[in-house]
């Protein structure tokens, strides 16, 4: 049986890489980065699909691709490409404004747009929105940041809806996920003080490892996961 296909966006490294890998036993992997090179694991039977979302023309033609090349068997996107580029809001420069609004949330809202349209036609699917713990808690110089984020948990919850709305018998879920601190190129730069009072309010006084959010993510787009739908999953070690 022809495998369905799943697209991760920043499937190059970290979290996005990880979930690659746990997922590409099971499903055919459209893989996302900004740049065609930049995906140097899992290319083998999957396929690669490159823009940069902070760029509209580049956007704009990655959501027609993803629906002309891949629309017939495409299963679910997962909207894990992101940044954080942190500042005092009073020097945060606009154009970094704008980029991360770009590429944090206007990219995963067209790119769910372009899915939703073609999940209503087979009535199934799923969209899976990488969010953040500091989308609830805030953090001081992630104010932009936050703010992309805390927007995809309610633009998850309200598609989640609208597909009830338009039809009840279909089997479309729509979620978003939120990891704590865990170990990847974003956060190898956070200062020690700040990592050391992090870690003080996780139980396990560790980070995460992005396998385990990749772990979530496989169970998530399983049939096991058939009732949570419309909800934001915590992963984050039990955060207080
Ligand atoms: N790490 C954490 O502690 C943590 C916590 C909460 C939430 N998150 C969220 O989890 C997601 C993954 O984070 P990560 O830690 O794995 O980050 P990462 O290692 O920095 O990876 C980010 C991914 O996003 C892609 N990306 C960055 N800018 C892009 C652009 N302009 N256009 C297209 N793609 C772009 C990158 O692709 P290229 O570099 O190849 O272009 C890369 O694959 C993000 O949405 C992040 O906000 C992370």
């Known amino acids: 049986m022809k495998k369905q296909k799943v697209l991760i966006t920043g499937a190059s490294k970290g979290i996005g890489l990880a979930i690659a890998k746990k997922l590409q036993d099971k499903y055919c992997l459209i893989l996302h980065s900004s740049k ?3 995906i ?3 290319r083998e039977g999957n396929f690669v699909l490159a ?8 956007l704009k033609t990655f959501c027609k691709t993803l629906k002309e090349q891949h629309g017939d068997e495409l299963y679910a996107i997962i909207n ?3 940044i954080a580029l942190d500042k005092p809001i009073s020097f945060q420069p606009e154009k970094d404004i704008d980029k991360m609004m770009m590429v944090n949330l206007k990219a995963p809202i067209m790119i769910s747009k372009t899915a939703f349209k073609i999940f209503g036609l087979k009535n199934k699917g799923v969209i899976l929105n990488i969010s953040s713990c500091i989308a609830e808690s805030g953090n001081a110089f992630q104010s932009v940041y936050a703010a992309t984020k805390a927007g995809l948990i309610a633009f998850s919850k309200s598609l989640a809806k609208e597909a009830g709305v338009l039809n009840h018998e279909h089997q479309i879920r729509v979620l978003s996920l939120s990891p ?3 170990e990847s190129e974003m956060t190898q730069t956070i200062p020690q003080d700040y990592l050391d009072k992090y870690l003080s309010m996780v139980p396990a006084q560790r980070m995460g490892k992005a396998e385990e959010i990749a772990s979530t ?3 998530l787009l399983s049939e096991e996961a058939s009732y949570i739908n419309g909800t934001n999953i915590n992963v984050n070690g039990g955060l207080l």
């Open 40 to 42: 140097k694991e899992c």
């Open 217 to 219: 993510v496989r169970f």
């Open 36 to 38: 065609d090179e930049n």
């Open 51 to 58: 823009a940069d979302f902070s760029n509209q023309e580049e």
């Open 180 to 182: 704590g601190l865990i």
């Open 80 to 82: 894990n490409a992101g």
